[in-house]
């Protein structure tokens, strides 16, 4: 990874391929995950460490001409940094043994066998992921992020509130799912307003740490999301910047008291959005046209295949029912150049990718059974680093559709 991608979003998107779903390869997975976080400290020192030999290798005439503090980035802020951040990474991990949740890795391997320095055999990209998670972590629950945050939530919250309005009577009872949830705060926010919310996520990283945030993180905790950066800073203090989350209680959005017996009105699936609600999908079956409204965010270019999501969010939905969505349209399978015979094989997902233009996407949306009722555009960041020399802003485009025709 590009460290001034900071507030770049592939990174985070890209789950490792797991081609084998037999239950041996995804304990496995959840494993390799509770490693990366585990070894955290130790990867985060080792890159440091790189960096220092190379400094440390310049002539002596080339080192007269560096400020001192160069050759010395240890600097105690960055230290008790990447200590933060490892006690971060390693409450996800106790959380996830206590939890009993995935596959059983609280049962099978014990905590103490895994050392916090063995990366044998981990991908550094894998490595790389703790801290995409520790950027999420900025961007869904620091008071920081909070103007970030409404760029993209407040329009969809107004849209969800203006075509499904809450009422006394239909309170905790509308069903909406959030594909691509990251660490759920926005599908949070929308149970807070007093809808029944089903979170989903495919990856594991984003899945222990939201288990994690959610559920047991009792006090707030400072991170450093950008210690170690050294790719457009422009003060070396900047990268050492650190934020507490979470900025609220999150038991407080999602266990509303006046949800009496409607609890739990807060739900996670784990799992490949198209695999678990998709029509060919063993739950498939049980989805149809059980859901009133289905919000995506930042999501729908993480597809392969757009027209995927587009059925299968057809799929879900009620007669009636509203799709909200905001975000660009990155295309994180698609390649730029074209596969020659010298190719390295890659994810097959690169292979599938097809990347619609949004004007495309909205007649794909009216010729598969959805009126549009809405549409604008949006200004965003994305785990912007204010201070980073690098500022992407998306224009992110925003639909509100509603389905009209019956399943075929
Ligand atoms: C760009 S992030 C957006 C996260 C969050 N919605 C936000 O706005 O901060 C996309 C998220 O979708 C998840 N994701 C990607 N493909 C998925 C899939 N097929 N099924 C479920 N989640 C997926 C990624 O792991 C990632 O957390």
Redesign the pocket.
């Known amino acids: 990874m590009n460290e001034g991608d900071t507030e770049g979003?592939e990174n985070?998107?890209i789950?490792e391929n797991i081609n084998d779903s037999s239950e041996d390869a995804e304990t496995l997975h959840w494993i390799a995950v509770i490693r990366c976080f585990m070894c955290y400290k130790y990867y985060s020192n080792q890159l440091f460490d790189y960096k220092k030999s190379r400094m440390e290798s310049l002539s002596v005439d080339y080192k007269k001409l560096l400020p001192k503090s160069v050759l010395n980035p240890f600097s105690h802020h960055a230290i008790l940094g990447m200590e933060c951040n490892h006690y971060f990474c390693e409450a996800i991990v106790r959380c996830q043994y206590l939890s009993l949740l995935g596959p059983p890795v609280s049962t099978s391997v014990s905590l103490e066998g895994i050392s916090d320095r063995d990366i044998t055999g981990i991908p550094v990209s894998m490595l790389e992921r703790c801290k995409a998670v520790l950027h999420?972590a900025y961007?869904?629950w620091s008071k920081e992020a909070e103007e970030e945050r409404n760029q993209?939530h407040t329009p969809i919250l107004q849209q969800l509130a203006k075509w499904l309005p809450i009422t006394s009577k239909n309170k905790y009872k509308l069903r909406v799912s959030?594909?691509?949830?990251?660490?759920a705060?926005?599908a949070a926010e929308i149970c807070s307003r007093g809808y029944r919310v089903q979170a989903?996520?495919?990856?594991v990283f984003?899945l222990m740490a939201s288990n994690y945030i959610l559920n047991n993180c009792h006090r707030q905790q400072e991170i450093y999301p950008w210690v170690g950066s050294t790719v457009n800073v422009k003060r070396v203090e900047d990268a050492n910047q650190s934020v507490l989350v979470p900025d609220i209680n999150p038991g407080e959005l999602i266990y509303p008291h006046d949800a009496g017996d409607l609890n739990p009105v807060f739900s996670v699936a784990a799992?490949?959005?198209?695999q678990?609600y998709g029509p060919a999908s063993p739950c498939g079956s049980w989805h149809k046209g059980k859901w009133s409204a289905v919000v995506?965010?930042?999501?729908i270019d993480?597809?392969p295949n757009v027209i995927d999501y587009v059925k299968t969010i057809h799929h879900m939905l009620e007669d009636g029912g509203i799709w909200v969505n905001l975000?660009p349209l990155q295309y994180h399978w698609a390649s730029e150049v074209a596969p020659t015979s010298a190719s390295e094989s890659s994810d097959s997902r690169y292979e599938r990718s097809i990347e619609l233009s949004f004007e495309d996407i909205l007649e794909v949306l009216q010729n598969a059974g959805f009126e549009l009722l809405e549409q604008s555009w949006h200004q965003c960041s994305?785990a912007l680093d204010r201070n980073c020399m690098r500022q992407t802003i998306y224009n992110c485009g925003l639909f509100t559709v509603r389905k009209i025709k019956h399943d075929p």
């Open positions: 979003i985070e998107v789950e999420s961007r869904e993209c959030v594909p691509g949830s990251g660490l705060r926005l989903n996520e495919y990856s984003m799992g490949d959005f198209v678990l995506t965010c930042f999501f993480t597809a975000g994305y």
